[in-house]
């Protein structure tokens, strides 16, 4: 079975540009979730999405930050424009789970580092 | 306070040594918790997860939870250098499936 896909894995961007970051998850996994992890920290919930829905985004820096998922598929997060602070691994995971059941297992992709110079 | 605390480490032991990796939480809703492992530049792997308070064993690792001093461990038996890495504690309210980390302990076996 393949995993969640991540891509780029690796992106250098300057303060005030923008980015996006693409996750493909695994098929058939209706939960998608996009942590950031900066280095020396554990994972740092961003958004999750149950299909293409958001169910919790209340960590998510709106006024830069940006995700969707269309079709219940594939889903991108976009930064603009970058500040310093967002320097750091951009982590997708994936679950079969719905809202109604408390755990299932989060796969996790490698990730995409960014540093923002 | 960060509802989820660990020490960050780092811990170097011998091969075959026994490791004990602990937490501590502040939030009393937490009633899920796992342990992921985290190799360098990979993302983490589920390694156990336990539901409310007691022991779970899976070959060389044991996890344990106590609710009434909120406190979670993860023991491994035997490391070996495979199991250098950076081992994640979380927790998991029953109500939003928001999982909460630690920052991550890294571990080094020595052969």
């Known amino acids: 079975e393949a995993g969640v896909a991540q891509s780029p894995r690796y992106k250098i961007i300057e303060k005030r540009q923008s980015v996006a970051f693409w996750c493909n998850p695994i098929s058939g996994h209706a939960t998608l979730y996009w942590y950031q992890q900066i280095l020396g920290q554990g994972p740092k919930l961003l958004i999750q999405?149950?299909?293409?829905?958001?169910?919790?985004d209340s960590q998510l820096p709106k006024d830069r930050f940006s995700a969707e998922r269309l079709k219940g598929v594939d889903s991108t997060l976009k930064i603009q424009p970058a500040k310093l602070e967002d320097s750091a691994v951009y982590l997708c995971a994936s679950s079969l789970g719905n809202v109604a059941i408390p755990y299932y297992e989060q796969y996790f992709g490698p990730g995409t580092r960014l540093t923002v110079t | 306070q960060k509802e989820v605390e660990q020490d960050p480490g780092p811990l170097s032991v011998p091969e075959g040594a026994i490791v004990s990796l602990n937490c501590t939480y502040s939030n009393s809703a937490f009633q899920y918790f796992m342990w992921y492992r985290q190799y360098s530049r990979k993302g983490p792997e589920l390694l156990m997860y336990t539901y409310s308070s007691g022991n779970k064993e899976d070959g060389r690792f044991t996890a344990q939870v106590d609710k009434s001093s909120k406190y979670i461990s993860l023991f491994i038996r035997d490391s070996q250098p495979s199991d250098s890495a950076t081992y994640l504690c979380a927790a998991l309210e029953g109500s939003n499936y928001k999982l909460t980390f630690g920052k991550g302990t890294l571990l080094t076996v020595n052969p």
């Open positions: 999405f149950q299909n293409n829905g958001v169910v919790d």
